[in-house]
C-alpha cells in the first residue's frame, strides 16, 4: 500500500525558508508517477504547489512544474535513495500559513491525471 | 488560469437521500475533471477521476458526469458516512485548480 508522511516544522518566522519532506512507502519514486505538494487554506481553499517527476530510465535531472503564483518562491527537489521529496519555500508571510499535503500524481494520457494517494498533512504557522 | 465553481457551498440532506452538487470550469475543460471527498482532518480522497470513473474501492452510490464546462457528482443515497465535503478538481492543465468545496449536511 503506497504510503507519503510530510515532516518538518509546523512554526515559521516570516521572511524566512519553511521546508517540508514527504517520506514515501510502498512505491518508488523513480517509477512512472509524479509526486506533488498541494496546501488548503480557509483562505485560498485547496491550492496546487507544485510537482516534480523523475524516471530511474533517464539520465536528466528530475522535471519540475510548479504554480506561477509561487514559482519564484518555490522549489522542490528529489532523493531517490531515500524515497523522499521535499519542498522549500522562501520569504513566507502569514498568507503561507496552510495544511500542506504531498500526494502522488497520475500523469497518464489519453485522461488519467490526478492525485491518487495523499499524506495526512502538515500544519505549517507562519508567525513570529 | 481556470477557475473552478462548485454549488452549492452547503447541502442539507437526510440518510438516504439522492444528492447532486455541480461543478463549472471557466473554460472547456473536456473530461479531465476529478472529485475528491474529505473528512475533517484527513486528505482528500479520490472518489471519481476523468469526470465519470470510479476509483477502485469507492462504494457504487457514488457516480459522476458531464463534460466541456458542466459536471456534475450524484450519490444516490446517502449513508451517514458521506456527511462531508467535497471537492472538484481540474487536471486539464496547470495550474491544477480545485473547487472551493461542497459541505454536505444532515
Known amino acids: 500500500q503506497v504510503q507519503l508522511r510530510e515532516s518538518g516544522p509546523g512554526l515559521v518566522k516570516p521572511s524566512e525558508t519553511l521546508s517540508l519532506t514527504c517520506t514515501v512507502s510502498?512505491?518508488?519514486?523513480?517509477?512512472?508517477?509524479?509526486w506533488g505538494w498541494i496546501r488548503q487554506s480557509p483562505e485560498k481553499g485547496l491550492e496546487w504547489i507544485g510537482t516534480?517527476?523523475?524516471?530511474?530510465?533517464?539520465?536528466?535531472?528530475?522535471?519540475?512544474y510548479y504554480n506561477p503564483s509561487l514559482e519564484s518562491r518555490v522549489s522542490i527537489s528529489l532523493d531517490a535513495s531515500k524515497n523522499q521529496f521535499s519542498l522549500k519555500l522562501i520569504s513566507v508571510t502569514a498568507a503561507d500559513t496552510a495544511l500542506y499535503f504531498c500526494?502522488?500524481?497520475?500523469?497518464?494520457?489519453?485522461?488519467?491525471?490526478?492525485?491518487?494517494?495523499w499524506g495526512q498533512g502538515a500544519l505549517v504557522t507562519v508567525s513570529s | 488560469d481556470i477557475q473552478m465553481t462548485q454549488s452549492p457551498s452547503s447541502l442539507s440532506a437526510s440518510v438516504g437521500d439522492r444528492v447532486t452538487i455541480t461543478c463549472r470550469a471557466s473554460?472547456?475543460?473536456?473530461?479531465?475533471l476529478n472529485w475528491y471527498q474529505q473528512k475533517p482532518g484527513r486528505a482528500p480522497k479520490l472518489l471519481i477521476y476523468a469526470a465519470s470513473s470510479l476509483q477502485s474501492g469507492v462504494p457504487s452510490r457514488f457516480s459522476a458526469s458531464g463534460s466541456g464546462t458542466a459536471f456534475s457528482l450524484i450519490i444516490s443515497s446517502l449513508q451517514p458516512e458521506d456527511f462531508t465535503t467535497y471537492f472538484c478538481q481540474q487536471s486539464y492543465s496547470t495550474p491544477y485548480s480545485f473547487g472551493q468545496g461542497t459541505k454536505l449536511e444532515i
Open positions: 473554460q472547456s475543460i473536456d473530461s479531465f
Open positions: 500526494a502522488r500524481e497520475r500523469r497518464q494520457y489519453p485522461l488519467l491525471y490526478y492525485f491518487d494517494f
Open positions: 516534480i517527476y523523475h524516471s530511474e530510465s533517464t539520465y536528466y535531472k528530475p522535471s519540475t
Open positions: 510502498g512505491y518508488s519514486l523513480s517509477s512512472d508517477y509524479y
